[in-house]
């Protein structure tokens, strides 16, 4: 999809509930939206570090009739809003709003985007001009993991939101944080 060259940047792809927010089912109403303690610093930090920073997240809510694609981007536009007040920022969001069995309409379909598929990593690559093989997929899933790792890109698991549980089920060689913020403290001491 991409090769190295002196004009691909590097990325960091956060999966967004449970990683950068409380996780809440079908979150979609801005006043529900709450940031995991140290996010927007995470977030500041991988952009101090280089690194672009693109949120992936599967938003079946969408497909299943529960909100419509513009509640999503209001909820982002909210993440955008409170992020600049501490001095970070997110580089791109990308969503996927179908489910292969629960969707409706439109929405009722196999994609390439739902993650474990690696759809958005690689549409944001061709996009952003991004090096998959020189990026990160932070997320508390086994799914967020899984779509990182068929991108190319090194994974990282978060113990926030779902990823206590889904520790378990991991792969060897992916790297274990308590949060995005240590994360974020880990990854950009590598440089």
Known sequence: MTGTGPTEKR????????TIN????????????HFVAGAPEAIRL????????????????IGRGYYDEAAVEELHRHMDSELAMTGAAVD???????????GNGIYLMECTCRKP????????????????????????KLVDVE?????????ALVLTGYGAKEQEALPP??????????????ITAQD
């Open 11 to 18: 990325a960091v792809f956060l999966d967004r509930d449970g």
């Open 22 to 33: 409380v996780e809440r089912e079908y979150l979609h109403r801005p006043e529900d939206f």
């Open 46 to 61: 991988f952009r101090e570090a280089g690194f672009l920073v693109v949120v992936v997240t599967n938003q079946s809510g």
């Open 92 to 102: 791109a969001y990308y969503y996927c709003p179908h489910h292969p069995t629960a």
């Open 117 to 140: 598929l690696p759809g958005m990593l690689h549409q944001a690559a061709a996009d952003l001009k991004i090096d998959l093989t020189r990026s990160w997929m932070v997320g508390d």
């Open 147 to 155: 779509a990182g790792q068929r991108a190319g890109c090194m994974t």
């Open 173 to 186: 060689g992916v790297a274990i944080y308590d949060d995005v913020l240590s994360a974020a403290r880990a």
